[in-house]
Nanobody
Framework: QVQLVESGGGLVQPGGSLRLSCAASGIIFSIYTMGWYRQAPGKQRELVAVVTSTGTTTYVASVKGRFTLSRDNPKNTLYLQMNSLKPEDTAVYYC????????WGQGTQVTVSA
């Protein structure tokens, strides 16, 4: 059974930082494309960042230079370091794993507010 368990969300002030983690089980982590999506209230889910099995990383324009995606294959864990957070980054963040099929985590809330 595939499980993606996110952690690290919370409330942070504008300009602050958070680090999200996604612990994966039930998959051969190293061969999967991994990423983070987010969904703000009233909006569609959008891609934040994704990393392929070969390490190629892509970011949505709005987070480039502020967010850093990384994967630790021996630990089966995906990370998203989020710096210089803005109120518009407020959303539920979902971990994503894809190979022949796609899998999703349950989501973790990130709230950026003064």
């Amino acid at each position: 059974q595939v499980q993606l368990v996110e952690s690290g969300g919370g409330l942070v002030q504008p300009g602050g930082s958070l680090r999200l983690s996604c612990a994966a089980s039930g998959i051969i982590f190293s061969i999967y494309t991994m990423g983070w999506y987010r969904q703000a209230p009233g909006k569609q889910r959008e891609l934040v960042a994704v990393v392929t099995s070969t390490g190629t990383t892509t970011y949505v324009a709005s987070v480039k230079g502020r967010f850093t995606l990384s994967r630790d294959n021996p630990k089966n864990t995906l990370y998203l370091q989020m710096n210089s957070l803005k109120p518009e980054d407020t959303a539920v963040y979902y971990c994503y794993a894809a190979y022949s099929t796609a899998h999703w985590g349950q989501g973790t809330q990130v709230t950026v507010s003064a």
